[in-house]
């Protein structure tokens, strides 16, 4: 059975070979390991041109709305705080464009972390811009505390892990009000959501933790076996 071609969303960094720094598409080979795992065939996506998302969409069986920098606060409305990192514009308004693209399409996705974010945002969403000033707690920190999801059963998301799974999964930001079509389908016990998905859509799932860090495949294999169909 042939490999389903994944697309991942990349950076475009700078990064070092010997003595020489070069800008570079990039990405934590661990997004790419584990749609090997899975049985897809990963495809770097570099941030670079709006016209080619639509090539994209056409040419991928799924995309992996991958982690990284928080999406800019003023593309959902809100100001950008001086305590996140700066954002990346190119990026996010290339993988804005890429997510908007693969749900008119019904293209599988997964969207991990920042990818959720983005998915969230994508959909016409918004954002908590700096978490910590609306909870008590530091369990979703810099450091993170490992903590148990609740995820609805009924859900593609609690069909393929369950109804519980513990994670750590640090964030500074996380969804405030939905997207269009998005519905929230995991939570932490602060009522926090941690997993969110598409109604009506082949596969569209986004989750708060990065799935590909560990050995549990589950949620890549999901994604790779819609993108066979």
């Not at 609306?134 to 999801?149: N, S």
């Not at 964030?171 to 998005?182: A, N, W």
């Amino acid at each position: 059975m042939s490999r389903p071609l994944i697309g991942i969303t990349a950076y475009f960094e700078a990064a070092r070979w010997g003595d020489w720094v070069r800008e570079a598409v990039i990405g934590p080979p661990s997004y790419a390991k584990a749609v090997e795992r899975a049985g897809g065939a990963p495809v770097l996506l570099p941030p670079l041109n709006l016209h080619a998302v639509d090539d994209y969409v056409r040419g991928l069986k799924g995309i992996v709305l991958a982690g990284g920098v928080e999406v800019g606060a003023t593309l959902y409305g809100a100001d950008q705080d001086d305590r996140v990192a700066e954002p990346q514009p190119h990026r996010d308004r290339f993988e804005l464009s890429l997510a908007r693209a693969a749900v008119q399409a019904d293209v599988p996705i997964l969207a991990v972390a920042r990818g959720m974010h983005v998915l969230n945002v994508a959909q016409g969403g918004t954002l908590i811009p700096w978490l910590p000033d609306v909870l008590d707690h530091e369990r979703h920190g810099a450091q993170g505390q490992p903590h148990v999801i609740q995820v609805s059963v009924s859900s593609k998301l609690g069909k393929a892990i369950g109804d519980t799974i513990e994670v750590n999964a640090p964030h500074h930001q996380s969804v405030k009000r939905l997207g269009t079509g998005l519905l929230a389908v995991a939570w932490a016990d602060d009522q926090i959501v941690e997993g969110v998905e598409l109604q009506g859509h082949r596969f569209g799932v986004g989750v708060q933790w990065h799935p590909e860090r560990g050995d549990d495949m589950r949620l890549f294999e999901a994604l790779v076996e819609a993108a066979r169909y």
